[in-house]
């Protein structure tokens, strides 16, 4: 027995289930459980059917704190055995059970009512006999193709203008033609035809096979299927446009538009040889396309319908302009041939939209440069230039505004990229001081704009010798030059204190020898001289401070640690800052506001003695004038005691505590606390006594204490226990248990509802795994008499299968393909299942029939059972014992087919050319396989829905 054994994080998967019953109905959906519960292919038999887990999507993560619990199901399907579909009442999002497959309980819609069923088959719906009614649909794909037919179907299934989306396009009911009675067997509901199929690039209804006239499935919409002949291959359509025929392009058109207004575009496209001729003219309401050339296409599929533009001509300046699409992108600008065309021209200023038929056309602009000058009603100036059309002004215009007004001074051609309404700002000449400045935007920028709508919508800003200050909008914002002293200045307290700095301030604000007074104190103007730094006016700088109480002077955080930043940016009584105090970063300024005072921290030892006998000790920083040796202080479980006093010089501040050590009373035992041993040596609280909260191993976990003797640790001895489960049925399970010494002893039973525990061993556990750990080692199955060993234990390594003791092991055994799952205290029991062979006929209504095998458990059928199907009846004709595990239980094969028109037996396609392969992996009424009817490979199977005819020659001889 090792103990070393490792932790397990047991996470949870989202299986995907069918269960098939016995009657023939089916329902599927979703279950939340342990990954390691179930794998794909999984069978859980019933009394009335069976459960298959056909996938599953592990999630990485416990799906419990989402509200999932293992054991949740939802059912997202019904079929019934006639093959019709019905919708469940709670969906695929809720659960119908929380208990695992089984416990499942919904209810389907069968046409009148909700009719429940679930919990493995004991309750099965069943369709009501609703009168049908004959629909006929059109589906049109996304890609533009249509496909019509009809459908029967019960009259409440849909009306007139009903619609269906699928992931390919949408179905339609376009009419309804009312039966009044269900047809019962005279017309199988969900029998669904396909009338016509019509390509939309092509604009050509293509054949199709069954000549429109046959059923093309029998499931509804999404269940058809026929093939179209698209001119050179028969291609399958159908099955909500999943499946969808094209005819391959064969010809590049080039063509020309020409709009009403003179203006042309000319590119090429591809398509199909139906679509034009040289020469064709198609109008639209703003000009009309001419085919010029025709060609012979030999590139892919995908580019049908792909339109080029080649080259845009404007009329009114007689220039040739590229495309964007096709010159600088190199792509397409329509995907839907002419009339989906839509590109851009380069007009000389920016990309100008065009196409779709002459809705949108490009047009050649020309702009100029201006140069301009705007004068303000109060003398300030500043001047710059305007990208605008040629047209917009000449030199000498003037442009009034209600703070001035703006000249045009110069105008010359434009070749750039920037667009009419850019506007520049170059100067600003300052009336009051005499002084030109340049503009940020033009000279820090690097001549960027400072506006794009024209004159007007100029914004920029000059430095006035303090700050940027802002300027434009037609002289709204005018700037003016200030000139800013430094000036040095002590605040002193009412109390003593003081501090010192630096202000940015306007010369003519203050002057050596003022002094300006607070609620707290006054400031005293010491220095003033002349300020060439880059920070503006109100910036404040403190360097040093004195606190009275002490007689120490302290440099500050913001000149000394964050390298003489300013402290301020409001001038005085906005300066805020920081002095190291001995135990903290004390705050002061805002004219006296805030004043900082200087403390002495010393080190305390401490023991903390709980009411209960158990103790812990550490240390403490405090004021030295807090505490002295000796002194207790009581709490309502204990009291500390100080039983030392020392100088401190850490950087640990006031109020931190650690502990170092713990004494439990009643194991007499001593403990190196978490905080202080493993994670060296940090505090364990901030507060003082009765913030501190730590940890001591006590054996089993991490046991919590302090808070002043709120929490108490208390030292615990695991044990080793090895124990046997034994069932009410006979089988029996043993394993181990880590376990407190007090819970059990040898000879000791605990009973269940399925059977009862008992103790056989009970050792010394010096291993990592915690109290309740449980392995499962071997399973003893009764029925066949055989004894098995455990997954946990024998394939994942020795690793445990529950971590709540008794009733919460969980694990599997290797069942003869599957691993089949026990524990919980008996709720879980292996069922060791016996594979056979089982050899089968299906003889369908139309006299056809087929024969195969089918891998399966012994108690699924026995020889001369029947199962009958909407299109025939299987018979089972013998069981042979087998212990094949290459396959799971379900597969099915198909050996030979008799075509009864012939009376010919034809080898199968999987079984017969391809050395066996299964034809099918759900039981019978999921094989699916193919036989060479003398022209083709024709389809059988799913229980008679697909049956092969073997075709004859004119003189009634057999083809092939």
């Not at 019904?78 to 659960?95: C, E, L, P, Q």
């Not at 017309?187 to 019509?198: A, K, V």
């Not at 710059?384 to 009034?400: F, H, K, N």
């Given at each position: 027995m090792s103990q070393t054994l490792s932790g397990d994080n047991v996470t949870d998967s989202i299986f995907t289930w069918t269960f098939t019953a016995n009657s023939g109905d089916s329902w599927g959906g979703t279950l939340v459980d342990d990954s390691s519960r179930y794998v794909v292919g999984s069978i859980l038999n019933t009394a009335a059917g069976r459960y298959t887990i056909v996938a599953a999507a592990p999630q990485g993560v416990d799906l419990s704190p989402f509200g999932m619990d293992?054991?949740?199901?939802?059912?997202?399907?019904?079929?019934?055995?006639?093959?019709?579909?019905?919708?469940?009442?709670?969906?695929?999002?809720?659960?119908?059970?929380?208990?695992?497959?089984g416990s499942e309980s919904d209810a389907a819609w069968n046409g009148q009512a909700w009719d429940s069923f679930g919990q493995g088959g004991a309750d099965q719906a069943d369709p009501g006999d609703l009168p049908d009614s004959l629909f006929t649909w059109t589906f049109t794909a996304d890609t533009g193709d249509v496909m019509q037919g009809t459908l029967l179907a019960d009259t409440r299934d849909w009306k007139p203008g009903d619609t269906l989306r699928t992931a390919f396009g949408t179905y339609r009911i376009d009419t309804e033609t009312a039966y009044g009675r269900d047809l019962g067997s005279a017309?199988?509901?969900?029998?669904?035809?396909?009338?016509?199929?019509?390509d939309f690039f092509?604009?050509?209804e293509f054949a199709l096979e069954t000549g429109s006239s046959g059923p093309a499935g029998y499931g509804g919409f999404g269940s058809e299927w026929d093939r179209a002949w698209t001119g050179s291959a028969w291609v399958p359509v159908g099955q909500g446009g999943a499946l969808q025929a094209d005819r391959m392009p064969d010809r590049v058109f080039s063509w020309r538009f020409t709009a009403n207004k003179g203006d042309w575009y000319e590119g090429s496209f591809v398509g199909h040889s139906t679509a034009f001729a040289v020469g064709d003219r198609i109008d639209t309401a703003n000009g009309r396309y001419q085919i010029q050339q025709e060609s012979t296409y030999a590139g892919p599929a995908s580019t049908q319908g792909l339109v080029w533009v080649f080259r845009y001509y404007d009329a009114s300046v007689n220039e040739t302009l590229r495309t964007y699409q096709f010159n600088v992108a190199g792509t397409a600008s329509g995907t839907r041939g002419l009339g989906s065309e839509y590109d851009y021209a380069w007009n000389g200023r920016e990309w100008d939209d065009f196409g779709v038929g002459g809705i949108h056309l490009a047009s050649v602009e020309r702009n100029n440069l201006f140069g301009w000058t705007f004068t303000a009603n109060g003398g300030d100036r500043y001047t710059?230039?305007?990208?605008?059309?040629?047209?917009?002004?000449?030199?000498?215009?003037?442009?009034?505004g209600a703070q001035g007004s703006y000249r045009i001074t110069y105008e010359g051609g434009w070749g750039g990229i920037a667009g009419a309404g850019t506007v520049y700002t170059t100067n600003y000449f300052d009336a009051g001081s005499g002084r030109s400045f340049d503009t940020y935007w033009w000279s820090v920028a690097g001549s960027q704009p400072s506006g794009r709508g024209g004159l007007g919508s100029e914004y920029d800003y000059v430095w006035n010798g303090s700050e940027w200050d802002d300027f434009g909008v037609g002289g709204v914002h005018q700037a003016n030059y200030t000139i800013n002293t430094l000036h040095a200045f002590t605040f002193t307290a009412s109390g003593g204190d003081r501090y010192t700095g630096w202000l940015v301030e306007d010369s003519a604000r203050y002057a050596v020898g003022d002094t300006i007074a607070t609620s707290a104190g006054s400031y005293r103007i010491t220095y003033e001289g002349d300020w060439g730094g880059t920070q503006g006016r109100g910036a404040i700088w403190t360097d040093s401070y004195y606190d009275a109480g002490s007689g120490r002077t302290f440099s500050t955080y913001s000149w000394t640690v964050a390298g003489a930043q300013p402290s301020g940016r409001g001038g005085f009584g906005s300066e805020y800052d920081y002095v190291w105090n001995g135990s903290e970063w004390d705050d002061f300024g805002v004219g006296g506001v805030h004043q900082a005072t200087y403390t002495i921290n010393t080190l305390h030892a401490f023991t903390f003695t709980a009411t209960s006998g158990d103790r812990y000790t550490g240390w403490l920083v405090e004021d030295s004038t807090r505490y002295a040796v000796g002194d207790t202080i009581a709490t309502s479980q204990g009291s500390y005691r100080i039983t030392y006093e020392g100088a401190w010089g850490g950087t640990q501040g006031r109020g931190t505590i650690w502990t170092d050590s713990y004494y439990d009373a009643q194991a007499n035992r001593?403990?190196?606390?978490?905080?202080?041993?493993?994670?060296?040596?940090?505090?364990?609280?901030?507060?003082?006594?009765?913030?501190?909260?730590?940890?001591i191993w006590d054996?089993?976990?991490?046991?919590?204490?302090?808070?002043?003797?709120?929490?108490?640790?208390?030292?615990?001895?695991?044990?080793?226990?090895?124990?046997?489960f034994t069932a009410n049925s006979g089988d029996r399970y043993t394993g181990w248990l880590i376990q407190d010494d007090t819970r059990y002893a040898v000879g000791d039973t605990i009973a269940t509802s399925q059977g009862s525990y008992r103790i056989t061993y009970e050792g010394a556990w010096g291993g990592s795994a915690g109290k309740n750990t449980i392995w499962t080692t071997s399973y003893f199955d009764a029925a066949s008499n055989r004894t098995f060993d455990t997954y946990w234990w024998s394939v994942a390594g020795a690793q445990p299968s529950g971590r709540g003791g008794f009733g919460s092991e969980y694990d599997y055994v290797w069942n003869n393909g599957a691993w089949d799952d026990f524990g919980v205290g008996g709720v879980h029991q292996v069922k060791v299942e016996m594979r056979v062979m089982v050899s089968w006929i299906f003889r369908a209504n139309s006299g056809d029939a087929y024969t195969g095998l089918l891998l399966e458990d012994a108690d699924t059928y026995a020889p001369g059972n029947t199962i009958v199907r909407a299109n025939g009846t299987y018979t089972i004709q013998s069981e042979t014992p087998t212990t094949r595990t290459d396959y799971a239980l379900g597969t099915v094969w198909t050996a030979?087919?008799?075509?009864?028109?012939?009376s010919q037996w034809l080898d199968t396609y999987y079984y017969g050319r391809f050395n066996g392969l299964p034809s099918g992996r759900g039981g019978l009424g999921s094989e699916y396989d193919f036989v060479w009817n003398g022209v083709t490979w024709d389809d059988f199977g799913v229980a008679g829905v697909h049956q092969a005819d073997v075709v004859r020659a004119a003189n009634g001889e057999l083809l092939g």
């Open positions: 293992e054991g949740w199901t939802a059912v997202a399907w019904y079929r019934d055995s006639t093959g019709v579909f019905m919708v469940t009442r709670n969906g695929s999002s809720a659960a119908s059970g929380r208990a695992g497959l017309g199988l509901e969900g029998t669904i035809t396909i009338l016509s199929y019509t092509a604009e050509v710059g230039w305007l990208i605008a059309s040629d047209e917009a002004y000449a030199v000498g215009d003037t442009v009034a001593s403990f190196g606390t978490y905080s202080w041993n493993v994670a060296g040596a940090q505090p364990s609280g901030r507060g003082g006594l009765g913030s501190e909260y730590d940890y054996g089993d976990e991490w046991d919590d204490f302090g808070v002043g003797g709120i929490h108490q640790a208390n030292v615990t001895v695991n044990t080793l226990f090895g124990w046997t030979a087919y008799f075509d009864a028109g012939s």
